[in-house]
C-alpha cells in the first residue's frame, strides 16, 4: 500500500536527523543559506556590472545619437575602453549564466541559462570582432543591459525563493536551546536540548516555551500551541496532559516527563513533512518543466530561422540579423516559467503548515481538486468519540431539568462507566452522595440532597412494570441513542440520553463540501438507526453501516466504482487501508498524534471544516500554478515574432534590452502572483 511504504520510507529519513534544534535547523536552513549566498552574489555582481554599464552607455555612438550628443563624447580609443569594460561586465556578471549554459549542455538539458548563455556570447563575440576590424556596429551597450537585467532578475527570484522557504526557519527556531531538568533532589539542572533523554523530567516556568514533547506530571497550565496545531485558544494542561515541544506555557509552572525528543517529536515531524511537500516533484512541476524545454528548442530554432532569414532574404546587414536573432532569444527565456510553479508549491507548503494542513504527498494534494466524493469515518471525525449527554426529558410535572441532571451526575460521579462520565461532564456542581449501592445489570442508587435517587435502564422499569412515556423512548433509541431513566423518591421523574455527539463544525464542513459540488458520505461500525440519524442531521449524500475494519477499502473501492475521485478521511491509523485506497487520504488527528498518522495530508486539528479548507487551498492552488504558467509563457506568442522583426515594416522593433525588460517583468508578476496565494474560507 502506498501509505505504509511511504511511512517507513519517512521514519527511515528520520534515522538521518538528531536533535531538532540544531540538526533541523541545519536542514531547514541548508537551502535558505544556499539561496542568501546565490542572491547576494547575483546582487554583488549587478552592482559592478552596473557601475561598469554606466561608462559603457556614454561611450556608446547609438546612445550618443539618440541624445542628439553628435561625436562631442567621442574620441579615439572609446571603443576599446568599452570593450575592456564590456569584456568584465560578460566575463564577471555574466559568469552564473555562462555557467550555467555550460551545465545546461552538459546534461543535456538545455533551458534558460542556455538562451542566456547564447544570447550574451553571441553579442560579445560579434561586439568584439567588429571593435579589431570586422565591419559591423557593435552593440555593447544591450550586452551590459542585458546582464544588468539577468541579474536583478535572478536576484529577485532567490528572494522570493528564500522567503517561501523562510517557515522552515521559524519552525527550527521554535525550540528553546536549554530546558531545566530536575534532579533527584528537587533542584533544576539546566541542560543543551540535544542532551535531553526520554523520561527526563523538566521545569517549564510561565512563559517559556516547552523543550520536548511529554506528558504533565505536576502543575496547571495554559498552553499556546497555535504555532503546531493551527488552535488559536490557549489548551488548559493539568497532570496526565500530553503537550508538545515548542509550544508556549501560560501563566503557571508546568513539571514535564520527556517521551519524545529529536527524531520522534512532533516538531521534528512536522518540519521535516513540509519539507517533503516542498520538495516533492508534482505533476503540474513536470509539466512546467517540459514546457521549459520545448521552449527553448523553438527559441533556439526561432533565433536561427530569424537570423538565416534576415541574413539570406532581405537587404538587412548581418549586424541587424544577429541582434534580431538575439532579441528572439533573450525575448523567448524560459526564466519565469522555471519559476512559476516552485514558488506557488512552497507557497501553498507554507500556507498549509501554517493552518495545520501537512502536505505529504503532492500529487494527491492537487488531486484534491477534482474530488467528487468526501468518505468520512464517522467516530472521532464527524463526532466527538466519547458519550456525552444529548437530550434531557422531565415526566410527571417534573420540569426542573439542571436539578435532574445535578442528581443524576451527582450519583455517577461514583462510577466509571461510560456513560455515567458522560453525564458527569455534563454535569455542574456536583453534590455529596449517601447510601451508594449498584443495581446489578440494571442501574445505581443513592442519597443526594436527602433525596432517593436511582439511575436505571429501560429493563429496570420493565421488570418492576413502571409505566414510561415510550414514544419518546423509542424515538431516542432509534437515534441510536443510549436513555437512562432517573426516579426520584421512587417517583420516575426524567430520562437521559446519551450519543456520540455530532460536531457543529461537521455541518459547516458538509455545507460547505456541498457547495463545492462534493458528494459526503459517512463510513461508521455503529448499526444502521445510528448511522441513519447522523447522516440524517447532517445531510450527508450516502452512508455505509455495520462497517467491519477491513471492510473499509472495499466500501472506498465501491464509491470509486460510480467514477468519482474519492478522499478517505479519518484517524489515520485504524483506517489506514481506506486511507490508501482511497484517490486522497485524509488523516485527521491532533497535537503529537500526527507522528504515528498516515496518509497524504495531515490535518492536525480534529476538525472537519480544515477539510473544506484544504480542498479550498488545493483548488486555489492550481488555479495559481495555471496563471503562472500563462503569465511565463502567454506573452512569447506575440513577443517572438515582434522580437523576430515581423513588424519593422512598420517601425516596430524591440531591442535585446527591451526583450530582457519584458521577460524580466514576467518574472517578477510571477513572483508577486504567487505571493497572493491564500484559503478562501
Avoid at 187 to 193: A, G, N, R, W
Wanted: overall charge negative; aromatic content about 8%; proline content about 3%.
Amino acid at each position: 500500500m502506498k501509505h505504509s511504504s511511504h511511512k517507513k520510507d519517512h521514519q527511515n529519513e528520520h534515522k538521518h536527523h538528531k536533535d531538532p534544534n540544531h540538526e533541523e535547523h541545519k536542514h531547514s536552513g541548508g537551502h535558505a543559506e544556499h539561496h542568501a549566498h546565490m542572491a547576494q552574489d547575483f546582487l554583488k555582481r549587478f552592482w559592478i556590472s552596473i557601475a561598469l554599464t554606466i561608462p559603457i552607455l556614454i561611450f556608446s555612438h547609438m546612445i550618443q545619437e539618440l541624445l542628439g550628443l553628435g561625436t562631442a563624447l567621442q574620441f579615439t580609443g572609446d571603443t576599446y575602453i568599452s570593450f575592456v569594460l564590456s569584456s568584465i561586465v560578460f566575463f564577471y556578471g555574466g559568469w552564473p549564466f555562462l555557467k550555467g549554459l555550460y551545465d545546461e549542455l552538459k546534461e543535456p538539458q538545455p533551458g534558460m541559462m542556455t538562451l542566456i548563455g547564447v544570447a550574451i556570447t553571441a553579442a560579445y563575440v560579434y561586439s568584439t570582432l567588429v571593435v579589431f576590424g570586422v565591419e559591423g556596429q557593435v552593440f555593447f551597450w544591450e550586452l551590459a543591459t542585458l546582464v544588468d537585467i539577468m541579474l536583478i532578475g535572478h536576484y529577485i527570484e532567490m528572494k522570493s525563493v528564500m522567503s517561501a522557504s523562510r517557515a522552515l526557519e521559524e519552525l527550527a527556531k521554535l525550540m528553546p536551546s536549554e530546558a531545566h531538568v530536575v534532579q533527584e533532589d528537587g533542584s533544576t539542572k539546566d541542560v543543551p536540548l540535544e542532551e535531553l533523554q526520554k523520561e527526563y523530567k523538566v521545569l517549564v516556568k510561565p512563559g517559556e516555551k516547552i523543550p520536548a514533547d511529554g506528558v504533565v506530571v505536576n502543575g496547571k497550565s495554559s498552553v499556546n500551541e497555535s504555532l503546531m496545531t493551527g488552535e488559536s485558544k490557549p489548551v488548559s494542561k493539568k497532570q496526565g496532559d500530553e503537550v508538545i515541544g515548542g509550544s508556549i506555557n501560560g501563566e503557571g509552572s508546568l513539571t514535564v516527563e520527556v517521551n519524545r525528543t529529536g527524531e520522534d517529536s512532533f516538531l521534528s515531524q512536522v518540519i521535516d513533512l513540509v519539507r517533503q511537500a516542498q520538495e516533492s516533484k508534482s505533476r503540474t512541476q513536470d509539466l512546467a518543466n517540459r514546457a521549459a524545454f520545448w521552449l527553448t528548442i523553438i527559441a533556439l530554432g526561432a533565433g536561427a530561422l530569424t537570423f538565416f532569414a534576415w541574413t539570406f532574404f532581405t537587404t538587412e546587414n548581418f549586424v541587424f540579423a544577429l541582434e534580431r536573432t538575439v532579441t528572439v532569444m533573450v525575448i523567448a527565456c524560459p526564466h519565469a516559467l522555471g519559476l512559476a510553479v516552485p514558488l506557488v508549491v512552497a507557497v501553498s507548503t507554507s500556507l498549509a503548515a501554517q493552518n495545520g494542513f501537512l502536505i505529504r504527498n503532492r500529487t494527491a494534494f492537487e488531486e484534491a481538486r477534482n474530488l467528487g466524493a468526501i468518505i468520512f469515518d464517522k467516530t472521532g471525525t464527524l463526532t466527538h468519540g466519547e458519550f456525552g449527554v444529548t437530550d434531557v426529558l422531565t415526566f410527571n410535572g417534573f420540569d426542573d431539568k439542571e436539578q435532574l441532571l445535578s442528581l443524576a451526575g451527582s450519583l455517577e460521579q461514583n462510577s466509571e462507566h461510560p456513560i455515567a462520565r458522560g453525564i458527569v461532564k455534563a454535569t455542574d456542581g456536583l453534590m455529596k452522595v449517601e447510601e451508594f449501592n449498584s443495581i446489578t445489570g440494571k442501574g445505581i442508587e443513592g442519597r443526594v440532597d436527602g433525596k432517593q435517587i436511582k439511575v436505571v435502564s429501560p429493563g429496570y422499569l420493565r421488570e418492576h412494570n413502571i409505566d414510561h412515556p415510550t414514544e419518546q423512548y423509542e424515538q431516542l433509541s432509534g437515534q441510536g441513542k443510549t436513555v437512562v431513566f432517573v426516579i426520584i423518591d421512587d417517583h420516575l421523574q426524567g430520562a437521559i440520553a446519551l450519543g456520540d455527539n455530532i460536531r457543529e463544525d461537521s455541518r459547516e464542513a458538509i455545507q460547505s463540501l456541498h457547495n463545492m459540488g462534493i458528494q459526503c458520505i459517512m463510513l461508521t461500525g455503529d448499526n444502521q438507526q445510528t448511522a441513519a440519524y447522523v447522516a440524517n442531521e447532517l445531510g450527508l449524500d450516502d452512508f455505509f453501516a455495520e462497517v467491519l475494519p477491513e471492510e473499509k477499502a472495499a466500501k472506498i473501492k465501491e464509491v470509486q466504482q460510480r467514477g468519482l475521485k474519492v478522499a478517505m478521511t479519518g484517524d489515520g491509523v485504524n483506517d489506514a487501508p481506506a486511507l490508501a485506497q482511497a484517490d486522497v487520504g485524509i488523516a485527521i488527528g491532533a497535537g503529537s498524534d500526527v507522528a504515528v498518522e498516515t496518509g497524504d495530508i495531515i490535518l492536525t486539528q480534529s476538525n472537519p471544516k480544515d477539510v473544506a479548507s484544504l480542498i479550498a487551498l488545493a483548488k486555489a492552488t492550481y488555479k495559481k500554478m495555471v496563471q503562472n504558467l500563462w503569465w511565463a509563457t502567454g506573452y512569447n506568442a506575440f513577443a517572438i515574432p515582434l522580437a523576430a522583426g515581423v513588424l519593422y515594416t512598420y517601425g516596430i522593433i524591440l531591442s535585446p534590452a527591451l526583450g530582457a525588460v519584458l521577460m524580466s517583468l514576467s518574472t517578477v508578476i510571477v513572483a508577486i502572483n504567487a505571493r497572493f496565494l491564500k484559503i478562501e474560507r
